[in-house]
């Protein structure tokens, strides 16, 4: 992956756990990226890079993945993993911050700006599970994840990943064979069977600071009904759609996303 904006890997105290970082680009405004459910900091490396230009990214190994504290004794709920994000905010004292988050990581978002909003100045919401008490199952299969973790604690090439992720790059694949063993395998387990039972609804028509909705055209974890439903929650929203794109949506188109989310944040308020 590119890293001609990566300035260095750090590890911080915050919310009671070591939280580790990369960052990447040092200028501008922060913005804070919190990846997803099975994506350790450095798969997210080759988008960061790109956002770093015109933005100061910190991207997090959310708790039970990648270099971040893990353990059977650690919580794994929205609302401890929205405290992380506000206690790692609050520990490095960014200020007019961007929160990006990308499925599991934009609940999580959801969460932290209804708890505390204090210093967001946007919300980049991408492709969230709208799973939930009494809602349409995320369209995923858990043994998915819980298969290729175990596969990779015992040791995989990028070409066993590629059962896994078809579509993706070559590089792509090696650097998840890598890192995927990292992805605590009950963290994984927690968050999936609470994105059915975490509602995160009831948080929207709280949340104040301008938010993107960002929808993949492909893979069905948004539907227009939820769209719709969405909007009558938060008429604020902005929704918007990249097309030819599945759930991991800089994977399979990287400039859409990268456009239209410096779209959004070069917006005036």
């Given at each position: 992956m590119s890293d001609k904006n990566y300035l260095y890997g750090a590890n911080v105290h915050a919310n009671g756990i070591r939280q580790h970082?990369?960052?990447?680009g040092g200028k501008g405004q922060p913005l804070v990226l919190v990846p997803g459910i099975?994506?350790?900091a450095i798969t997210w490396g080759f988008v960061a890079d790109?956002?770093?230009?015109?933005?100061?990214?910190?991207v997090l190994d959310v708790r039970g993945r990648g270099l971040s504290?893990?353990?059977?004794?650690?919580s794994y709920d929205l609302d401890t993993y929205a405290d992380d994000i506000r206690g790692f905010i609050d520990t490095l004292k960014l200020e007019d911050?961007?929160?990006l988050g990308h499925s599991m990581g934009a609940r999580i978002a959801i969460r932290l700006a209804r708890k505390n909003a204090a210093g967001l100045a946007r919300l980049v919401l991408v492709d969230p599970p709208v799973s939930g008490p009494g809602r349409r199952a995320y369209p995923a299969n858990l043994a998915w994840y819980v298969n290729?973790?175990?596969?990779?604690?015992?040791?995989?090439?990028?070409?066993?990943?590629?059962?896994?992720?078809?579509?993706?790059?070559?590089?792509?694949?090696?650097?998840?064979?890598?890192?995927?063993h990292t992805c605590d395998e009950l963290a994984t387990r927690v968050t999936f069977e609470k994105f059915h039972t975490e509602d995160i609804h009831q948080d929207l028509p709280h949340l104040t600071?301008?938010?993107?909705?960002?929808?993949?055209?492909?893979?069905?974890?948004?539907?227009?009904?939820?769209k719709e439903e969405i909007r009558q929650l938060l008429p604020s929203i902005q929704v918007t759609h990249v097309p030819d794109a599945g759930h991991m949506i800089p994977?399979?188109?990287?400039e859409d996303f990268c456009d239209q989310t410096k779209e959004f944040l070069m917006q005036k308020t």
């Amino acid at each position: 992956m590119s890293d001609k904006n990566y300035l260095y890997g750090a590890n911080v105290h915050a919310n009671g756990i070591r939280q580790h970082y990369l960052r990447y680009g040092g200028k501008g405004q922060p913005l804070v990226l919190v990846p997803g459910i099975t994506s350790p900091a450095i798969t997210w490396g080759f988008v960061a890079d790109r956002l770093a230009e015109t933005h100061d990214v910190y991207v997090l190994d959310v708790r039970g993945r990648g270099l971040s504290e893990t353990g059977p004794d650690l919580s794994y709920d929205l609302d401890t993993y929205a405290d992380d994000i506000r206690g790692f905010i609050d520990t490095l004292k960014l200020e007019d911050c961007v929160v990006l988050g990308h499925s599991m990581g934009a609940r999580i978002a959801i969460r932290l700006a209804r708890k505390n909003a204090a210093g967001l100045a946007r919300l980049v919401l991408v492709d969230p599970p709208v799973s939930g008490p009494g809602r349409r199952a995320y369209p995923a299969n858990l043994a998915w994840y819980v298969n290729s973790i175990q596969h990779a604690r015992r040791g995989m090439s990028a070409e066993d990943m590629r059962h896994y992720c078809p579509t993706w790059t070559d590089e792509q694949l090696c650097l998840r064979a890598e890192w995927l063993h990292t992805c605590d395998e009950l963290a994984t387990r927690v968050t999936f069977e609470k994105f059915h039972t975490e509602d995160i609804h009831q948080d929207l028509p709280h949340l104040t600071p301008p938010t993107l909705l960002m929808v993949a055209t492909r893979g069905g974890v948004i539907q227009e009904k939820d769209k719709e439903e969405i909007r009558q929650l938060l008429p604020s929203i902005q929704v918007t759609h990249v097309p030819d794109a599945g759930h991991m949506i800089p994977w399979d188109n990287l400039e859409d996303f990268c456009d239209q989310t410096k779209e959004f944040l070069m917006q005036k308020t």
